[in-house]
């Protein structure tokens, strides 16, 4: 990563200053300042079928900055899911995904309280449904890894710390047009499920949570799908 990039943040809202606390404890990886890297994807992420948004545009310098990679190859897709499950509300359908969320937190988790920066997968829309699927057992961790690239969502980048937000630049806005993004954004989604269905019919043999479980697999396993940033 260069030691400055250029983040944006889709909002109802023009954003000048971002303001350390505040958020929604439930976000993806709990409280802090949800941004991207392409400035395309924060203005679908601005938008809602009925408003237009803003696109609030910042320089980071991050050259002092401790950051969590989920999506680098020194973490899996497991690493993920329990930040996940650590923040988001799951539902959880059988008694299987109760076992499924203690051993992913047990095995899996990271502190992300202790980065200034935190990098991975956006859950939004269908993605958080096939997280939802994976912990109740109904599709592999092969397919969840595959799922999460689908319709080429892209990383976020959450500003966590004090420090982080200390070191955000502000540089203006541009308006994101619900006409053109929202559409944008539905497509995206719907060709990630169609895809995501086509998937499903071509695997039949592979590793599910339930196996994970009983095998007591652990982050070292080669069958655990590596990230690839």
């Known amino acids: 990563m260069d030691k400055s990039i250029n983040i944006y943040h889709g909002s109802d809202k023009i954003i000048e200053n971002p303001t350390f606390g505040l958020g929604r404890k439930n976000n993806d990886f ?3 300042f949800y941004c991207t890297e392409n400035e395309e994807l924060a203005k679908e992420w601005a938008v809602s079928s009925l408003n237009d948004g803003f696109c609030n545009k910042y320089t980071l310098d991050t050259s002092y900055l401790k950051i ?11 690493n993920w899911i329990a930040v996940l499950l650590k923040h988001r509300l799951f539902t959880i359908k059988n008694p299987l995904a109760n076992r499924a969320k203690k051993y992913l937190l047990d095995n899996f988790d ?12 956006r859950a ?8 939802e699927s994976f912990i109740n057992n109904g599709i592999s961790v ?18 966590k710390s004090k420090f982080a937000f200390s070191n955000l630049k502000y540089n203006g806005f541009a ?11 539905k497509l995206r989604n719907d060709e ?9 019919e071509e695997e039949s043999d592979a590793l599910y949570m339930l196996d994970i479980i009983r095998g007591g697999i652990k982050n070292d396993n080669l069958q655990i799908p590596r990230n690839i940033s």
């Open 30 to 32: 709990g409280l802090g």
């Open 68 to 78: 969590l990679n989920l999506n680098s190859s020194d973490y899996t897709i497991l």
């Open 110 to 121: 990271i502190n992300v309280n202790a980065y200034d920066l935190i990098i991975g997968y």
């Open 124 to 131: 939004d829309d269908s993605y958080f449904d096939y997280a």
């Open 142 to 159: 092969g397919q969840l890894a595959s799922a999460m690239r689908l319709g080429k969502l892209g990383e976020q980048i959450v500003i």
């Open 175 to 185: 308006i994101a047009v619900k006409d053109k993004y929202y559409s944008l954004r």
């Open 192 to 200: 990630a499920n169609q895809m995501y269905f086509d998937m499903l």
